[in-house]
């Protein structure tokens, strides 16, 4: 007999994994035999997963639907069906758009009969000739445009199934990937922007986010945990990278005397930050040498893909472990994966982190080399044409560094930019249709996808971000600090809206007996990050899209009317008026408005 086929194959595994997951439940006893035979324990690189996946079944849990996809075929291992059926044009089948994700495409149908593909790119940096001809690639296989996310990385959106292999092969060819970039694995890993170039940062993080890249992936057992797994690594700079919203942050911080370690700098250990679950990474107390920080991260990924929850995707992130352990038990397994305790280091021997500027994301900023600078650039919720993206690179290429460094503000920097040529670049900027200025409303604006492109989201984010900014700006309102809106289409919290001054997830408002809806929002108010981490709180619900505006700027109006000073900031104001009082004060000029 000769090979068999592909399709054979796939089948053959399937039934023997079954077969041995049912052995393993005692479903099955050998012939002849009284007692359930007993089945070799899992082999090769997907084996730690195949075990929590088989521990589920022998206890008489039942596998999500992932959990079985993956069993069935594991995502690697079907690229060549993926190639296949994407050049004939075939749209995928629901466990092939889960799989796919682990390729970095995303099957958007039905608010876009395509797909969408997600980059790696560690510390969100890349260089001139990559960003365009990414460009090059977006607008031969894709919509001609991209958009700048919240883990600063990029996304190419209305691609056609008969182009994926292309642009995947094109990323590559690039020096570029998507590998692992969807479903449940580990995502971009994020670090400062500044890195390297900010002369307030303790440490530069590139070096940290590249090993960490690398290293995942090189490992295939790091793809296919129970859920998806954030890490970042903020170096202490001005630009906040948010590592307190991840499963890990990793925070450089200098111990002094006393503390149980040497003094000096240290990366102190964050875990369960997951906002769109209403929770920020705590401190663990840990520190650990920042070239311990690859290690440290594949314990906890690995303690994680043995006891998370797969059976229950909701309850299936790292927070749910500790909410159910408790940190000291965690971080015990932690410790013994890793073979060796970690050091602890009390609060009052860390100094405390250098405050953060939400304005240091855009204009004009010296950096830590002398006569030379960065230009954060203002993109309208993170959205640049292929046209942009060349002109870009060109101003990285000619008058900056060559680097284009992307933000989890959903823009870009260009750095190393000399102090006589700063002009010229704010000038081929504005002829891109771009500018390094903001206003207070539009420094802090972020928004998701949303219904345009997301058939999760509830509302059109994006536009209603900029008719949200338009309209206040039309008011005149006179805001003298940057005040943080964050708009996200769903539950998914992709915008991070609970850690914004004001932060809107979308809704679907009934308007009427039968059922009907409109797109609108729930409003919360009061959230924060770095050095003012903060979950917001639930001010308004059900609001239509098109009232959301006139809401915000009675906020803000009653924001500037009710201050103390300007120096109480919005979080500050909202936490000393209180929600029944803020809700009272901003209704009513809002309903007048919104009539």
Not at 164 to 173: N, S
Not at 218 to 223: G, K
Not at 388 to 407: N, P, S, V, Y
Request: aromatic share 6%.
């Amino acid at each position: 007999m000769g090979e068999f086929e592909p399709e054979q194959r796939r089948y053959l595994e399937g039934f023997a994994s079954g077969l041995q997951a049912a052995r393993v439940a005692g479903g099955l006893a050998a012939a002849g035999a009284g007692p359930a035979a007993a089945a070799p324990p899992p082999t090769g690189p997907d084996a730690i997963h195949a075990s929590a996946q088989e521990r589920v079944l022998a206890a008489g849990g039942k596998l999500a639907d992932q959990e079985k996809w993956k069993r069935a075929e594991h995502p690697f291992e079907a690229h060549a069906r993926l190639k296949r059926e994407a050049e004939a044009g075939q749209a995928p089948k629901p466990e092939d758009n889960f799989r796919w994700r682990y390729h970095g495409l995303f099957w958007v149908a039905p608010t876009q009969t395509s797909y969408m593909c997600r980059l790696r790119l560690p510390n969100g940096i890349l260089n001139h000739w990559q960003f365009a001809g990414l460009a090059d690639l977006a607008e031969r296989h894709g919509g001609g445009y991209s958009h700048v996310t919240t883990r600063a990385i990029l996304q190419v959106r209305e691609i056609a199934p008969e182009h994926c292999p292309a642009l995947l092969e094109g990323l590559a060819d690039l020096g570029l990937c998507a590998r692992g970039s969807g479903a449940d694995n580990i995502r971009n890993v994020t670090g400062s922007p500044t890195a390297g170039i900010d002369g307030q940062e303790l440490l530069d993080t590139r070096p940290l986010a590249r090993a960490w890249h690398h290293h995942i992936l090189n490992d295939r057992s790091l793809y296919g945990l129970p859920r998806k797994f954030n890490v970042a690594f903020d170096g202490g700079g001005i630009v906040p990278v948010l590592e307190e919203t991840n499963d890990i942050g990793f925070q450089a911080v200098r111990v002094g005397e006393g503390g149980g370690v040497a003094p000096g700098l240290w990366m102190r250990l964050v875990l369960g930050g997951i906002t769109g679950h209403r929770d920020i990474a705590r401190n663990t107390g840990i520190v650990c040498a920042p070239g311990d920080c690859v290690a440290v991260a594949d314990a906890i990924v690995r303690v994680f893909i043995e006891s998370g929850d797969r059976t229950n995707r909701a309850k299936a992130r790292l927070k749910y472990v500790l909410d159910d352990w408790g940190f000291d038990k965690f971080l015990t397994a932690v410790e013994a994966k890793l073979g060796r305790a970690l050091p602890r280091v009390a609060a009052e021997h860390v100094a405390p982190r250098a405050s953060t500027d939400r304005f240091a994301h855009l204009g004009v900023h010296a950096q830590a080399q002398p006569g030379l600078n960065w230009i954060g650039v203002v993109l309208p919720v993170g959205k640049l044409t292929a046209d942009q993206m060349r002109g870009l690179a060109a101003i990285a290429r000619e008058i900056g560094d060559g680097d284009i460094r992307l933000t989890v503000w959903q823009n870009l920097l260009l750095s190393g930019v000399p102090d006589i040529r700063v002009g010229e670049a704010e000038a081929r900027l504005v002829a891109l249709g771009l500018s390094a200025r903001a206003t207070s409303i539009r420094a802090g604006l972020v928004a998701c996808t949303g219904a345009t492109g997301c058939k999760f989201a509830a509302a059109h984010t994006k536009e209603d971000a900029l008719a949200i900014a338009d309209h206040v700006e039309a008011a005149g309102l006179a805001l003298d600090g940057p005040v943080n809106i964050h708009l996200t289409g769903c539950h998914h919290s992709c915008a991070q809206h609970y850690i914004g001054d004001i932060g809107l997830i979308g809704a679907k408002v009934p308007v009427n007996q039968d059922g009907d809806t409109v797109p609108g929002y729930d409003i919360v108010v009061g959230g924060g990050f770095a050095e003012a981490a903060r979950i917001g709180r639930e001010l308004w619900t059900g609001i239509r899209a098109e009232e959301a505006p006139a809401r915000v700027e009675a906020l803000l109006g009653a924001y500037l009317a009710h201050r103390l000073s300007p120096a109480e900031g919005f979080q500050a104001f909202t936490e000393r008026l209180g929600i029944e009082a803020l809700g009272r004060l901003a209704a009513a000029p809002a309903l007048e408005a919104a009539a």
